[in-house]
């Protein structure tokens, strides 16, 4: 069944018009979003050596399970990565003050249809898992991605991805609603551009999102926590540690400011945007 991807690249950038509410820039015409982090779990006592490449051994923390929402009101609701909710990973994680990421949005407002897009970073459980908790979201994932670790009948390549998830994301590809992107720098929504380079798996993808405060990063785990991006260091999980810094030195020039850039699961998140509160945090 591979025709049918082949089909929705192609038509992949010829489907993005279309009419927004809300704030638009003079210099491009695109919309102005607002940005929030939705916190839907927390993992305790993760190994900082998992997230930052050569960190104390004995280091622990607890890390922060988020989706990341990019709206413009009256117009498209488009996350960045949807969660886990298979009991599989909620009982072997045991995740504290978990909620499912579909039930988490209603903090913001939202039903699980109202969700129009998901930028789906990387294909590890944690990011893909909750894609199919949204019933109408169009996905959208690196081509070189998808291929790398899905075969054409639907079965995962490689156990860096679930294999349920494999099957979830063919399965919701046949159904038309899987647009994969060709590559690094393309703009898959008015306002909304994604990058590749960070390494975390073989294609994952990080996006810019632009608000009236400058361009914000959506990292996922292409920067993990603040403390490699602060202190230069690598993720601890990457295929290439050179290409990671590389993707997170671009980071700093694409966002509008330093704090803009939101790594993936780092719980000051809450704490440096504290409102409006209850595990939401707007990006500003
Ligand atoms: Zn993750």
Same mark, same amino acid.
């Given at each position: 069944?591979?025709?049918?991807?082949?089909?929705?690249?192609?038509?992949?950038?010829?489907?993005?018009?279309?009419?927004?509410?809300?704030?638009?820039?003079?210099?491009?015409?695109?919309?102005?979003?607002?940005?929030?982090?939705?916190?839907?779990? =927390? $993992?305790?006592?993760?190994?900082?050596?998992? @997230?930052?490449?050569? &960190?104390?051994?004995? +280091?622990? !923390?607890? /890390? *922060?399970?988020?989706?990341?929402?990019?709206?413009?009101?009256?117009?498209?609701?488009?996350?960045?990565?949807?969660?886990?909710?298979?009991?599989?990973?909620?009982?072997?994680?045991?995740?504290?003050?978990?909620?499912?990421?579909?039930?988490?949005?209603?903090?913001?407002?939202?039903?699980?249809?109202?969700?129009?897009?998901?930028?789906?970073?990387?294909?590890?459980?944690?990011?893909?898992?909750?894609?199919?908790?949204?019933?109408?979201?169009?996905?959208?994932?690196?081509?070189?991605?998808?291929?790398?670790?899905?075969?054409?009948?639907?079965?995962?390549?490689?156990? =860096? $991805?679930?294999?349920?998830?494999?099957?979830? @994301?063919?399965?919701? &590809?046949?159904?038309? +609603?899987? !647009?994969? /992107? *060709?590559?690094?720098?393309?703009?898959?929504?008015?306002?909304?551009?994604?990058?590749?380079?960070?390494?975390?798996?073989?294609?994952?993808?990080?996006?810019?999102?632009?608000?009236?405060?400058?361009?914000?990063?959506?990292?996922?785990?292409?920067?993990?926590?603040?403390?490699?991006?602060?202190?230069?260091?690598?993720?601890?999980?990457?295929?290439?540690?050179?290409?990671?810094?590389?993707?997170?030195?671009?980071?700093?020039?694409?966002?509008?400011?330093?704090?803009?850039?939101?790594?993936?699961?780092?719980?000051?998140?809450?704490?440096?945007?504290?409102?409006?509160?209850?595990?939401?945090?707007?990006?500003?």
């Amino acid at each position: 069944m591979r025709w049918p991807l082949s089909a929705f690249a192609a038509i992949l950038v010829a489907v993005v018009a279309c009419t927004h509410a809300g704030t638009v820039s003079a210099s491009s015409g695109a919309p102005h979003y607002e940005v929030f982090a939705i916190r839907y779990a =927390t $993992i305790e006592r993760f190994p900082t050596s998992g @997230l930052i490449a050569g &960190a104390d051994t004995s +280091r622990r !923390q607890d /890390i *922060a399970m988020m989706v990341w929402l990019a709206r413009v009101p009256g117009g498209r609701n488009v996350l960045m990565d949807a969660g886990f909710y298979r009991d599989k990973f909620v009982n072997r994680w045991k995740p504290k003050d978990y909620e499912r990421p579909s039930l988490a949005i209603a903090r913001v407002g939202l039903k699980p249809e109202d969700v129009t897009d998901i930028i789906v970073s990387h294909i590890h459980w944690d990011h893909l898992d909750g894609a199919d908790l949204f019933p109408r979201a169009r996905m959208w994932i690196q081509r070189d991605e998808y291929e790398h670790y899905i075969d054409s009948a639907g079965r995962a390549r490689s156990t =860096t $991805i679930d294999s349920a998830d494999a099957t979830m @994301l063919a399965t919701l &590809a046949r159904a038309g +609603r899987v !647009q994969l /992107i *060709a590559g690094d720098s393309v703009e898959i929504l008015p306002g909304i551009r994604v990058y590749t380079g960070g390494k975390h798996t073989f294609a994952s993808q990080f996006a810019t999102v632009e608000t009236d405060a400058g361009a914000v990063v959506l990292a996922s785990d292409n920067a993990y926590l603040y403390e490699n991006l602060e202190r230069h260091r690598p993720i601890a999980q990457t295929l290439d540690s050179l290409s990671n810094l590389r993707a997170q030195e671009r980071m700093g020039r694409l966002a509008g400011a330093p704090r803009l850039i939101v790594p993936g699961h780092d719980p000051a998140v809450f704490t440096r945007f504290p409102l409006p509160g209850s595990g939401v945090a707007r990006i500003r």
